[in-house]
């Protein structure tokens, strides 16, 4: 079974039901073997704030050393991300072999008009992943209510209740009190119930739970443990939570004062985790869990100038947090963008956004979704708005985004399907393929679950200019039209026409024929003039010429490396006084290195790491020393207190191995306004015992590093500033470190300077080299990496590997010799 077609058995459940009871879910559970009674969960109920709550106390579980499985809901743009167990999304290999076993019971379900919906599916596949990942704790997010639903069949060690409003009231009840009622049968049998509700909530769920925890900030009542919201600091918020004997003092990326509850709730189910498991969690764990805990879609800020906020409030009472949240930034006219579901309250949903000056109402493509013109009257009646219509959430983006000068804001809200859409504008990743050859133009097809037949089929066509992307089933019909129109081709994913799901795209051309279906595409609906520009991005098509003075702007910079550290893998303890390590940095500017890297912590496999002051005291030195040397100093650290020490002393460059797991990083980086190298990694220093599966390494990564990279430039760094490392040998087993490095090119889609770090790694074992000593292989990596397109190449040897990325760009800049 492929891919398309596992993930099309899914697609095709029901997405409804009308019976109460967690029966089918058991049943499927049971024909698995009862996964379900594998790791202790967490369970979190609530109308608005379990998915950042949910998210929250996952990232802290990590934080503190623990292999923790999530489950949440919706998604924003892979079914797959639902299920995640220490970050990653479940591999598409696991979905086939899922279904491959579910399928049999499903089907015989269905016969007699019992099978699981399509919800209670993926609960028991987030069971089954769970249980045979072996994680240590699995953290879920309840769909609907709480006494019916899939993820009650577990006995939670720990849950919650985030908040109660009115919603669903055909399945959970018409007041709050029924709804909270609803909610609170998720109570643990052995611990109380942790819950931010208030008034004629808090009430019912005392009386259903019983024993409760309460969380607030003393507004209504003394809550148990309560917290505090000290606002907004740029793109973080200041919190404190205050237990009877315990405190955590922390920002979150989440902002708005409601997320200062989360937090709260967070905190505390984190403890009693700990108390369940017999741990130990210290608060550290749990402050930098809860600075870390990012989660798409929540009040994200997009943009500065204007104001870009994307926020998924479904309902009344997310908007009424949402504006609130809103009012602590400085904007003149307000633009908002609205789609939201059928199902809502519209008019309540409209009556929150009475500050709106311009407002847009729009549609996501689900078949749930309110017709924009029910929606725009909603707001005539409620606000003194000018009011627009438009068919496609993508296209009011930018119309909204042509509207507003650079002191408004422009707000996406309404559902979680209509940021998910607007996010593209910023997320979606075009991908440039080198296809030379049948074989290469076949695996491409397949890559995108293109159909047997079909990449068979198109295969013959394939050799030319490619892309690979992602988008909306409307939109491929759309684009596969005009380009067969111009003499091209498209290949379409054999995932079936999905309300949730973006499909994957292979367009193929030339050059001239992809121009004309960009010029086709401007000023058409749906999204597709926002893809025009993104198509000409991509392509290098009518785009102005770089401005950027880095030393990578005017072709491939050579990163000289320079560790001050007793244990790195090649050149450990060689040069750790200072005169030793500016002798070397110094006959390394001579042999034409571009860049310096300065390191003080190795990350070889196995190594320890080094507490932050001793970095500090092994690199500030070189750097103090080096400052006047003619070429730009990089700081190889992952902890943000060196970085700031470093750039203080005169580094030019961050480069973080971790991929900004330190939440001070990308702050540091925007506050100076320095390039950041943002690397792919999984662990960090290398664990040599890890076993990671990626689908396809480098989509995977790419995958990975566009949400590490949304992070930086949200901070206020442009992407020319953020450089992407592949990450060769960190997490990845000489195979994928080749094929990261053949596949190079591929990483443009990301829109960032590309980085390759090889010189003398593992994967040159693959090739009968001796690893840490492989002077010639790390030349001949480095050759190939310039002829694919890298922008800085990373190396221990700088004379010889200069050669090689001259040689290389003299291969591709021929018109330069002025025929010497």
């Known amino acids: 079974m492929e891919f398309h077609e596992a993930a099309n058995f899914l697609f095709e459940l029901r997405r409804f039901d009308s019976r109460a009871g967690t029966d089918a879910t058991r049943g499927l559970l049971a024909a698995l073997g009862d996964p379900h009674e594998g790791p202790p969960c967490v369970q979190i109920a609530g109308s608005n704030g379990k998915g950042s709550t949910a998210r929250m106390v996952e990232r802290a579980l990590r934080e503190a050393g623990l292999d923790v499985g999530l489950y949440t809901s919706p998604h924003l743009d892979d079914v797959r991300e639902r299920i995640r167990v220490n970050g990653h999304n479940v591999s598409e290999a696991a979905v086939v072999e899922f279904v491959e076993r579910a399928r049999e019971h499903i089907t015989e379900e269905g016969a007699s008009g019992d099978s699981p919906t399509f919800f209670e599916t993926l609960t028991a596949f987030a069971f089954w992943e769970f249980d045979r990942q072996d994680v240590d704790i699995a953290v879920l997010e309840v769909g609907i209510g709480g006494r019916y639903d899939a993820t009650s069949v577990v006995d939670p060690v720990a849950s919650a209740v985030t908040s109660v409003t009115l919603e669903h009231t055909d399945i959970l009840g018409d007041t709050v009190a029924e709804i909270a009622t609803d909610k609170a049968h998720v109570a643990p049998a052995d611990r109380p119930l942790v819950t931010g509700t208030t008034g004629a909530a808090l009430a019912a769920v005392r009386e259903q739970a019983g024993d409760v925890v309460t969380v607030g900030d003393g507004s209504e009542g003394d809550p148990d443990v309560r917290v505090s919201y000290g606002g907004r600091e740029g793109l973080e918020a200041a919190v404190g939570v205050d237990g009877p004997d315990w405190a955590v003092d922390t920002q979150l990326p989440l902002l708005g004062e409601h997320q200062a509850d989360n937090a709260g709730i967070a905190a505390t189910l984190v403890r009693q985790v700990a108390d369940a498991l017999g741990t130990d969690i210290s608060r550290a764990d749990v402050e930098r869990g809860l600075r870390n805990a990012h989660w798409p879609g929540r009040f994200e800020v997009m943009g500065e100038s204007p104001l870009v906020v994307l926020d998924g409030a479904h309902n009344p009472g997310g908007l009424a947090r949402t504006m609130a949240t809103l009012d602590s930034f400085d904007f003149e006219e307000l633009h908002v963008i609205l789609g939201a579901m059928v199902d809502k309250d519209h008019a309540a949903m409209a009556a929150e956004l009475a500050a709106a000056d311009h407002a847009i109402a729009c549609r996501a493509n689900v078949d749930r979704a309110e017709a924009p013109e029910v929606l725009a009257e909603g ?60 074989s290469e133009a076949e695996a491409t097809l397949s890559g995108a679950h293109v159909t047997d037949a079909g990449a068979w089929r198109m295969r013959g066509k394939a050799v030319h200019r490619v892309l690979r992307t992602r988008v909306q089933p409307r939109q491929a019909g759309y684009l596969k039209e005009e380009l067969l129109s111009l003499g091209g081709e498209c290949a379409v994913s054999g995932l079936n026409d999905q309300d949730e799901e973006r499909v994957d795209c292979v367009l193929m051309g030339t050059l001239a024929q992809f121009s004309r279906l960009a010029e086709k595409l401007d000023g058409q609906p749906y999204g597709l003039s926002a893809f025009a520009d993104e198509l000409r991005e991509a392509l290098d098509i009518q785009q102005p010429p770089a401005t950027s003075d880095y030393p990578w702007s005017d072709g491939t910079a050579v990163m000289g490396i320079l560790n001050i550290t007793p244990d790195s893998f090649h050149d450990g303890g060689e040069y750790n006084a200072v005169e030793d390590a500016v002798a070397r940095a110094e006959a390394m500017v001579e042999d034409g290195a571009d860049i310096l890297d300065i390191g003080g912590e190795s990350t070889r496999p196995g190594a320890e790491p080094v507490p932050v002051q001793d970095e500090i005291d092994r690199v500030v030195p070189v750097v103090e020393a080096l400052a006047d040397v003619d070429v730009a100093l990089s ?88 450089l992407v490392d592949p990450g060769i040998g960190f997490g990845k087993s000489p195979a994928e470190s080749f094929e990261l490095l053949d596949r190079l090119e591929e990483f443009r889609a990301l829109g960032c300077p590309v980085l390759v770090g090889h010189s003398h790694k593992s994967l040159f074992g693959f090739v009968g080299e001796q690893p840490g000593d492989c002077l010639a292989a790390t030349i001949a990596g480095t050759t190939i990496a310039t002829e694919r397109g890298a922008d800085v190449i990373r190396v221990h040897d700088v004379a010889e590997n200069v050669a090689a990325v001259n040689v290389a760009q003299a291969t591709r800049d021929q018109d330069g010799f002025d025929g010497q």
């Not at 309404?414 to 859409?421: F, H, I, Q, T």
């Not at 943000?640 to 005169?650: E, M």
């Not at 790419?702 to 930086?712: F, G, Y």
């Open 379 to 438: 707001l005539r009646e409620a606000t003194d708005a000018d009011i627009d219509t438009r068919a496609d959430v993508a296209g009011a983006v930018e119309q909204a985004l042509d509207a507003a000068s650079e002191g408004d804001a422009v707000l996406v809200t309404g559902s979680l399907y209509a940021v998910r859409e607007a996010r593209t504008r910023w997320a979606r990743a075009m991908v440039p393929k080198d296809v030379d050859s049948i």
């Open 635 to 722: 700081v190889d650290t992952r902890k943000a207190a060196v970085a700031r020490a470093a750039l203080d002393a005169g580094a030019d460059i961050l480069n973080d191995v971790s991929g900004l797991e330190d939440p001070e990083m990308r702050l540091v980086a925007a506050e100076y306004d320095v390039p950041v190298v943002v690397m792919h990694s999984i662990h960090t220093p290398v664990d040599p015992d890890s076993d990671i599966h990626y689908d396809d390494v480098v989509r995977d990564c790419i995958d990975q590093l566009t949400e590490r990279v949304l992070l930086a430039e949200k901070a206020g760094l442009d992407r020319e500033q953020i």
